[in-house]
């Protein structure tokens, strides 16, 4: 394994952690905290590391209903 793979699989297992710890939290906000540059490079290691989508992982944690985020995120 690369150094860059096990960075990037360390900062996604802290995004897991992150989802895990505050299910109210939006993706973007989790993305940020985890150190990803966007959301878009969190979704991009979800499809890569665990072969599905954010809200898969959510549903699979039976959090249903966690809402969008409309202007500032909630803290972490």
Known sequence: MSPKTYARLMRFSRAMDLARENSRASW??????????????????????????????????GIT????????APQL
């Open 65 to 72: 209903g966690v809402p969008m985020s409309k202007g500032r």
């Open 28 to 61: 973007a906000s989790i993305a940020v905290a985890a150190g990803y540059y966007d959301q878009a490079h969190l979704i991009e290691d979800f499809q890569v590391f665990a072969g599905a989508m954010p809200e898969v992982f959510r549903c699979e944690l």
